[in-house]
């Protein structure tokens, strides 16, 4: 297919506001980009307009997060170069592109956990006062940024300390303080609940009346198209589409991203629903920071061999805590699980995994992934039992292991050898999938499965859960905040509201009653 590039900046003959919505500010030209023998970008062009939202769309290992890294300076093109106000410039790192006004939130998150708000913030340009460093200076304006946000956070709580959705907020913070006047969000809103992706919303809508640039990478599709002006595809590391925002519609998008006739799938027929593979029975998990409150409370649910079941619910309902306990990583206060009619309450997640009860958790980077380790340590880590002996391992078993992990859930990488940061974001969540289903369970648990995933390979995802449930028995729970992925292949929706189970529907529900059951609005 044919490179598509953005118009050129309009005339001396138009408008004002014309001008200013055409004004380019910052280009890619024929920019390639290779890691090894994979080719990430193959000459692409592609423009960002002062005071707008670009939105780059594309599957995952699209190309889109090379791109945005070699426009904030973290890395460099193989070939191609890069032109800021018409001028060609070379980042050497993202302090150059940061003292042009350049800055990234990148869609891995790349805090420092031991630190507190104030110093992720500031860290390598701490405001300097007649004394060092002016400590209540930095806690005044993390205050105002949090503020903005809508996140009351104490400026002196550490990191490790704060949900996955608040510590997104504080990477977005982190950037907004520099005062960019280009600024690139990857994936910005994948942690962040409803009324937090509103307050960003909001804060870059306020940007733009400021002139500020904004490039926007999201899988979440609608929600994108409620903020851009200019929408770009990448497929393949290639540019294949350009529009502005009232030329395209979500089947635009989705069309030109994967091809025409897409769907996520739907609950699978025609195999045996069994007996009972887990059960959970008056189920209670206590809030870690106000011990004395519930987060799931007195909760009971049975799932069967072949089901899957999806779990909704807004941020707080209690999801993650729950999927959490049944895998054994936080402690239960009441209740009990039970696997296969045993009481596994009192296991270890190793346990738990040796008996066939495994966990895909939210957040990969932290909880899912060695970072040091290879694509194929990784796949390989949680099923070592299967090839090794005492001291010793078996190279061949193990590789066998990696190849069929690899081939089965579809994963884009330079082979077993490469640096699991070499991989998208998404192909980074399949390699977490693939550790799991190598263990050969029999309960699977997917904590958001699709965050950071697009919709080809969310499509993929679920495909290989509705097989593993057809063909293999296995009972599938996953949790979700997006309500179009309740509708895809579960035969059972659970909507979850403040710890307690507040509705329960069949595949043929809608999503207005999916939502107002869990307590969200539906807008007209």
Known sequence: ?????????????????????????????????????????????????????????????????????????????????????????????????????????HQELSLAPNLSVRDNIFMGREIKGPTGIDFAEEVRQTRALMEALDEPIDPLTPVEDLRLGQQQIVEIARALSVNSRILIMDEPTSALSAS?????????????????????????LEEALTITDHAVVLRDGVMTAYAKRADIDLEWIVRNMVGDNFDLGSPPTGH????????????????????ERSVVDRLSL???????????????????????????????????????????SRLSIAERIDNGLVLVPED?????????????????????????????????????????SIASVHIKTDGPRADIGSLSGGNQQKVVIGKMLATHPRVVLLDEPSRGIDIGAKAEVFKLLAEGAARQGLAVIFSTSEVGECLSIAHRIVVMSRGHIAAEFGADVSKEQIMAASGESVVA
Request: one cysteine or more; glycine letters at 10%; aromatic letters at 4%.
């Open 302 to 344: 049975a799932v069967r061999a072949g089901e899957i079941v999806c779990i909704y619910g807004l941020m707080g309902a209690g999801r993650t805590e729950l999927l959490e306990c049944i895998a054994g990583r936080v402690p239960l206060t009441g209740g009990r699980v039970l696997l296969e009619g045993s009481d596994i």
């Open 196 to 220: 937090e992706v509103e307050v960003l919303f909001r804060v870059i809508r306020d940007l733009k009346s400021r002139g500020v640039s904004i490039v926007y990478i999201s899988h979440h």
């Open 364 to 404: 990969r980077q932290r909880d899912g992934l060695v970072q040091t380790m290879s694509v194929g340590e990784n796949l390989s880590l949680a099923s070592i039992k299967a090839f090794t002996k005492g001291l010793l391992t078996s190279g061949s078993r193990e590789r066998g292991v990696i190849d069929e």
């Open 1 to 105: 297919m044919s490179h598509v590039n953005a118009p050129a900046p309009t005339s001396g003959a138009e408008t004002d506001d014309a001008r200013r919505d055409d004004e380019v500010v910052l280009s890619a030209r024929n920019v390639a980009k290779s890691f090894g023998s994979v080719q990430a970008l193959k000459t692409v062009n592609f423009d960002v307009f002062r005071g707008q939202v670009t939105t780059l769309f594309g599957e995952n290992g699209a190309g889109k997060s090379t791109l945005m890294k070699v426009l904030s300076g973290v890395i460099q093109p193989t070939s191609g170069e890069i032109v800021l106000d018409g001028e060609p410039v070379r980042f050497a790192s993202t302090t150059d592109a940061t003292r042009l006004g350049i800055s990234i939130i």
């Open 272 to 291: 045996t629903i069994g007996e009972v593979a887990l059960a959970i029975e008056e189920v209670s998990v206590a809030d870690v920071n106000v011990p």
